[in-house]
């Protein structure tokens, strides 16, 4: 197919769209644990309720389930992959009381932010 002026200007709107919808992409790097809070799992997804979703119903299998990771109790937003994954190995490599730290500055509770995230 040859490229008139009109597909031409129909593909720089849809490429156009294509950049602002990937310009508003958030991710998130989140800290999770379990009911007693003595296990933590930091992790990242592009979308904090369906993965909230998928650590209170059980829906993956492997250390969140096995553990019972539940609530997240802290999380960071991010509009790129990049720069989330850059944030998530940062949190991973801090110590335990860092973490806690981190989590305390923002939820001192503890408490379950899925519910004011739905």
């Known amino acids: 197919m040859r490229s008139t002026p009109l597909t031409s200007s129909l593909r720089a709107?849809?490429?156009?769209?294509?950049?602002?919808i990937m310009e508003q992409k958030q991710f998130y790097v989140y800290i999770a644990t379990n009911k007693t809070n003595t296990v933590l799992y930091v992790g990242i997804t592009n979308n904090i309720i369906r993965r909230g979703y998928e650590h209170k119903q059980e829906l993956v299998s492997g250390f969140t389930s096995r553990y019972k990771i539940?609530?997240?109790?802290?999380?960071?937003?991010?509009?790129?992959?990049?720069?989330a994954l850059t944030r998530e190995k940062q949190i991973k490599g801090g110590s335990r009381k860092k973490k806690i730290d981190l989590i305390k500055s923002m939820n001192s509770e503890f408490k379950d932010l899925y519910e004011d995230l739905v």
Not at 13 to 20: F, I, P, V
Not at 73 to 83: G, N
């Open 70 to 83: 539940h609530k997240i109790v802290y999380y960071e937003i991010f509009s790129t992959a990049l720069e």
């Open 13 to 20: 709107k849809r490429s156009n769209l294509y950049y602002q």
